[in-house]
């Protein structure tokens, strides 16, 4: 069964930036599309950016040429590096399989905010 593993959020101001780690066990990662997901209080989960095993990646219009996602297949991990950041990212962050599997991880909570 995979198991994901988040790490990297934070406070931060407007503008700053934050990376964030996603370490996957449990599949052969290296021949997934992964993708980063985040909820906010009272949304529904979204998808944020995915990344297929061909490096083709893809972003929410809400994130496009501020976030990008890459992986490590050596590492069986998964990065996303966010920079600009706005108060209206403030969510938890997930990463998944695309399409996602029903075990999710516990998140990371990433806070934008002056």
């Known amino acids: 069964q995979v198991q994901l593993v988040e790490s990297g959020g934070g406070l931060v101001q407007p503008g700053g930036s934050l990376r964030l780690s996603c370490a996957v066990s449990?599949?052969?990662?290296?021949?997934?599309?992964m993708g980063w997901y985040r909820q906010a209080p009272g949304n529904q989960r979204e998808l944020v950016a995915y990344i297929t095993s061909a490096n083709i990646t893809y972003y929410a219009n809400s994130v496009k040429g501020r976030f990008t996602i890459s992986r490590d297949n050596a590492k069986n991990t998964l990065y996303l590096q966010m920079n600009s950041l706005k108060p209206e990212d403030t969510a938890n962050y997930y990463c998944?399989?695309?399409?996602?599997?029903?075990?999710w991880g516990q998140g990371t909570q990433v806070t934008v905010s002056s």
């Open positions: 998944n399989k695309k399409p996602p599997t029903s075990s």
């Open positions: 449990g599949i052969i990662f290296s021949i997934r599309t």
